[in-house]
Each structure stands twice: as C-alpha cells, then as structure tokens.
C-alpha cells in the first residue's frame, strides 16, 4: 500500500473557512492530519475528532441530503419514494444521530468518523438542555425544517421537472468529483445533474438554510465542474439553488465575464493558500502563521475548535 500524502488541494468549503478563522482552517487541514492513527499526539487526535463534530442545522441538512439521495436511488431501481416517506428517512436518521451524539460520546471518541457527535453536546451548550425543555424547543425547529424541506422537494412544481428525468439522463447524484483548476485539484459534489430531452445541462444545489452571496460563486464553479466533466459549454449550464425550506429554486446563468471572475477568485484563493501549505505529515507548521480570531468574535461561538483555542 503505498504511504498517504498530505498534498494541497482546494474546494469553495477549504475557501470559506480560511476566510473565515485561519486557525480553525489550520486545525481543519493540518493539525488534524494523522490524528486518527493510535500513537497520534493528542493534539492531533483531538483536532481529528473535533473536525469529526458538526452542529444540528448542519446535520438537518445532511440528513435531508441523505434521504433525496435514497429518493433517486429508488427512483433508478423502479420506485418513488412520496413525501411521507422521505420525512420519515430523514427524521429517523436525525433523530438517531442525535440521540448518538448525546448518549454515545466514549464511542465517539474512541471511533468518530464512525460516530455522530454535535458540538452542541460536546460543549454542553444551553440549547441541548433537556431538563429545561430547551433541546427539544431547538430540535423541534429542524424537525419541522426538515418536514417542509422533503415536502417541497416532492410536491413542488419547480422540481417537477428534476423528479420526472429518467435514469438515463442523470450524470451525477452527490457524488464527489474532481477537475484540475491552476495545476490544483479541485473537489466539488454537485447535489444532482443531468441533461434534459433538449441537451440542456442542469445543476441542482439543494439548500437547507437562506440564501448567502457565496452560493451563486459555488454555483459557477459547477458550471466550470460541467465543462471539464462532461464537456459542456459553462456558459449553457443551467444552475439551480433550491431553497428547499423556504421553498424557492433560484436559477443562475453565468457569462464568459462572470465565469473569468469566478476563475480569478479561485486563482487568487488557491495563490494564498498555497502559501501557507505544508507537509502536516512531517511537521506542525507554524501555529503563528495561522492566527486566532480576536477574544469575542461571533464565530467562535459556533466553532468545531474553540475547545484548544480556549474559547
């Protein structure tokens, strides 16, 4: 077997989160590689399972993500899941993951890519508290989130069109990819991708939060994916944001103009960031060249890291 390389590469998620803490994005990327081998310093075992946490809107939204992947599973084998059903999916997983979480932190830490463990749990945070009624006041809104989303995803009009694609015509489900951008892998997974009957290439991002300015930059970068995977024209692509509890489909087109922006932010990102790379197999870098967010900064508070950083 050969020996696993740490090597750079670059995706809209790396991106955002070296915008937002570089040391989170040191944690994330570096301090925790090699954290999952036994003899693993603890610093690096704990980054490891700290990146290995998530937080309940996050995993609503990979729950529901999960269960419109089993949709077109069973689509392609025959069947289609109603929208019942789907609720029913999603909210058996969410709850299980949550009651994991909760009830299973020693198997967590002992396996926890293999475990579901929320931040929320892990830093005993107020709105977990059961005795207070506050966890199930806080669960309850992604329970009913989740319902509206898989309803919408069902019954909506605006994706009629996606539901009625047969098999034949997808070209991606969830599944990652990668393309090569500036001599750097780039990894992206559209949600869902297919042609229509008239050759038009569709995208659809499936949304389980707001509207935000960098879903239109993840957006094109799809439609550069397309070009390289499947060689369609960029410009063609037709890309789609559904909103799926708010219950909106945004489409997006994007010009030669729009795309060579796009492409100049990507080179601009991966220029940075190359800067601070190095080898985490090897060495822990240098901590300083990843400084810590000022003492109070919102960020924090939600943070995977903020236990080492003594936040």
């Not at 077997?1 to 998620?13: A, D, G, I, P």
């Not at 009624?133 to 069902?154: N, S």
């Not at 909506?156 to 951008?181: D, F, H, M």
Request: charged letters at 25%; proline letters at 4%; glycine letters at 8%.
């Amino acid at each position: 077997m050969s020996e696993l390389r740490h090597e750079f590469s670059w995706s809209v998620s790396r991106r955002g989160l070296a915008e937002t803490c570089l040391r989170a994005y040191y944690h994330q990327y570096y301090l925790a590689w090699r954290g999952w081998e036994r003899d693993a310093p603890a610093e690096r075992a704990e980054s490891y399972r700290l990146k290995n946490t998530t937080r309940l809107p996050m995993w609503a939204g990979d729950c529901l993500h999960q269960a419109i992947e089993q949709w077109f599973e069973q689509r392609a084998a025959g069947r289609t899941l109603g929208a019942e059903e789907l609720v029913e999916r999603a909210l058996a997983r969410f709850r299980g993951g949550y009651k994991q979480s909760r009830d299973e932190a020693a198997q967590w830490r002992r396996a926890p890519k293999r475990h579901t463990r929320l931040q929320e749990h892990h830093y005993a945070e107020a709105c977990v508290d059961e005795p207070s009624g506050r966890a199930r006041e806080y669960g309850g809104r992604f329970v009913e989130r989740i319902q509206r989303a898989a309803r919408w995803f069902c019954e909506s009009s605006e994706l009629a069109a996606v539901r009625a694609a047969p098999p034949e015509q997808w070209l991606a489900c969830e599944q990652l990819g990668t393309i090569e951008l500036f001599k750097t892998a780039i990894h992206a997974v559209p949600d869902f991708a297919y042609r229509d009957a008239g050759g038009v290439l569709w995208i659809h991002d499936w949304k389980s939060g707001s509207e935000r300015p960098e879903h239109a930059f993840q957006l094109a970068l799809y439609a550069l994916y397309a070009e390289q995977r499947w060689g369609a024209d960029p410009t063609g692509v037709r890309c789609v944001a559904d909103y799926l509890e708010e219950g909106r489909a945004v489409e997006h087109r994007f010009d030669a103009e729009a795309l060579e922006g796009v492409l100049g932010a990507v080179h601009a990102s991966i220029t940075a960031l190359r800067e601070l790379h190095f080898d985490a197999g090897g060495s822990d870098g240098e901590p300083a060249r990843f400084p810590q967010l000022s003492v109070g900064a919102s960020a924090c508070a939600t943070c995977a890291f903020r236990g080492p950083c003594g936040r």
